[in-house]
């Protein structure tokens, strides 16, 4: 996608003292700093660079990486607030506005906040918004159970942790669910547990029913082959330490285990779990 607030390719047109004029097109003539001239580059040549408004809201360019593009949902920390708004840093020389009305709560410097970033229509400015609830999608989500799909860390109530689903619906994880330690704005798949009623969508991090045991026994074998061919795991251990090897929970590694023991692919001592001699060729190395 290109336009304001996104990558576009633009010609250089000539050099200057400064470094150089691009051909923007519809945007006009737009100046690039020198120290983001890439080496060797020419007149005539096409220059990726990011699209957006500088201090006096006018077209700008650079070569600078942003942390995120317009449309994207992002975790930006705050870096200063004053009569305008809270300005987050999202990579680039100008930071990015959240005009008071836009907070949901007051921001402080020092602090992270998920935003939405869009192009506000009345000033044609980049800004963004902490009320990310007001740009998803709230028409009935066609997940099914059982999909894949990509999430992102969001928030957190009494019952779990929120995320949004493919930046366009919101869902839940449940608490009593989750086997590993999750962060605000971390991004990971996920499996669609249920869509409710209400258009609520659960969500799991574990794939759901027998093909969910089936990648966690591969992801013993693995760990046993990582660990020549031995874990200290028995009936004993403690649940948190399962959680860390393998992200599920005891009653879970214990049905792969199983599986595993009776397809005699690893055998079951006292002091933990063993690869098989005959199941080594067959595991990751």
């Known amino acids: 996608m290109s336009g304001l607030g996104h990558y576009n390719d633009f010609t250089i047109l000539r050099f200057l003292e400064f470094g150089a004029l691009l051909d923007g097109g519809e945007w006009g003539e737009l100046k690039l700093a ?17 699209l957006y408004t500088d201090s006096e809201d006018q077209p700008a360019v650079t070569t600078d990486a942003p942390l995120c593009e317009v449309g994207d949902f992002a975790l930006l920390e705050c ?8 300005f987050l840093d999202w990579g680039i020389p100008k930071d990015l ?35 990310i609830e007001r740009f998803l999608d709230q028409t009935f989500p066609r997940f099914e159970e059982g ?18 689903i493919e930046g366009t619906h919101s869902g839940i994880l449940y608490r009593n669910e989750i086997f590993r330690k999750l962060r605000i704005g971390e991004e990971s798949t996920a499996f669609v547990k249920k869509v409710r009623e209400d258009d609520k969508i659960d969500l799991i991090l574990d794939r759901p029913g027998p ?3 089936d990648a966690l026994s591969q992801k013993i074998l693995d760990t046993l082959a990582d660990r020549g061919g031995f874990i200290n795991v028995t009936d004993k251990s403690d649940p948190e330490f399962i959680s860390m090897l393998f992200g599920v929970s005891k009653k879970t590694y214990k049905k792969a285990a199983g599986a ?26």
């Open 97 to 131: 506005m959240v005009p008071f009305r836009e907070q949901k709560q007051k921001m402080e410097p020092g602090r992270q906040y998920m935003v939405y970033v869009y192009v506000d229509e009345s000033s044609k400015r980049i800004v963004a918004s902490s009320k």
């Open 211 to 213: 093909k969910k045991v």
């Open 79 to 86: 870096l200063e607030v004053n009569n305008y708004g809270a």
């Open 34 to 50: 020198k120290r983001c001239i890439p080496d060797g580059a020419k007149a005539g040549d096409a220059v990726r660079v990011f």
């Open 147 to 164: 999909q894949e799909v990509k999430i992102k860390i969001c928030g957190q109530n009494d019952l779990g942790y929120k995320a949004i």
């Open 260 to 285: 595993l023991y009776k397809a005699r692919m690893i055998r079951i001592e006292d002091d933990g779990i063993y690869l098989n001699s005959e199941t080594r060729s067959g595991s990751k190395k």
